[in-house]
T-cell receptor, first 120, second 114 residues
Framework: AQSVAQPEDQVNVAEGNPLTVKCTYS??????LFWYVQYPNRGLQFLLK??????LVKGSYGFEAEFNKSQTSFHLKKPSALVSDSALYFC??????????????????FGQGTILTVHP | NAGVTQTPKFRILKIGQSMTLQCTQD?????MYWYRQDPGMGLKLIYY???????DKGEVPNGYNVSRSTTEDFPLRLELAAPSQTSVYFC?????????????FGPGTRLLVL
């Protein structure tokens, strides 16, 4: 069974400093990895995903993530944090799931989330 | 293009009451999903649908029902509300359910069962 771990419940950084939000995964086969962001009282917004190819994936709002197969990690990064980046961040992994009727779909399994707080 | 919309935004139910959470998407996506989000937890899949007329259970389906009569709509029904169903519910859709397909989420419905 696939799983995702976000080892830090909370990350605090000063505005202008680089930020990293950590994610490790466990999946059989090739992983398909996602980062989503959730602002207060809002739904999840897609940031970026890794399917194949370059290990450094660039996404929305200046975020990027580095896929490391040997460490089974997919850490989210940004070179210079903004106060407006403060939000809840979710890492997710997708793997094929098949229902009883034989229909396949890409099941998303989410980590528990990391609260990012950027201080002025 | 509104994306995925959900109603209501917030609702308080008494134990044993029933209600339907509405979800509509205007992106012509075949796949739709219902998740619940509990504090300190990731999202858990309740039900999903691969197209009109086809639905299936996710990880936590007990206490819920769904239907999919059109491509656009995917309502979630709570028949006998219980305090354990207090949560935030998110609907999502994707153009197809293939591996690596991006899911797009609605703004959520906050439900409190007392």
């Amino acid at each position: 069974a696939q799983s995702v771990a976000q080892p830090e419940d909370q990350v605090n950084v000063a505005e202008g400093n680089p930020l990293t939000v950590k994610c490790t995964y466990s999946v059989s086969g090739n992983p398909y990895l996602f980062w989503y962001v959730q602002y207060p009282n809002r739904g999840l917004q897609f940031l970026l995903k890794y399917i194949t190819g370059d290990n450094l994936v660039k996404g929305s709002y200046g975020f990027e993530a580095e896929f490391n197969k040997s460490q089974t990690s997919f850490h989210l990064k940004k070179p210079s944090a903004l106060v407006s980046d403060s939000a809840l961040y979710f890492c997710a992994v997708s793997q094929t799931e098949q229902n009883a009727g034989g229909t396949s779909y890409g099941k998303l399994t989410f980590g528990q989330g990391t609260i990012l707080t950027v201080h002025p | 293009n509104a994306g995925v919309t959900q109603t209501p935004k917030f609702r308080i139910l008494k134990i044993g009451q029933s209600m339907t959470l509405q979800c509509t998407q205007d992106m012509n996506h075949n796949y739709m999903y219902w998740y619940r989000q509990d504090p300190g937890m990731g999202l858990k899949l309740i039900y999903y649908s691969v197209g009109a007329g086809i639905t299936d259970k996710g990880e936590v389906p007990n206490g819920y029902n769904v239907s999919r009569s059109t491509t656009e709509d995917f309502p979630l029904r709570l028949e006998l509300a219980a305090p354990s169903q207090t949560s935030v519910y998110f609907c999502a859709s994707s153009v197809q359910g293939r591996l690596g397909g991006t899911q797009y989420f609605g703004p959520g419905t906050r439900l409190l069962v007392l």
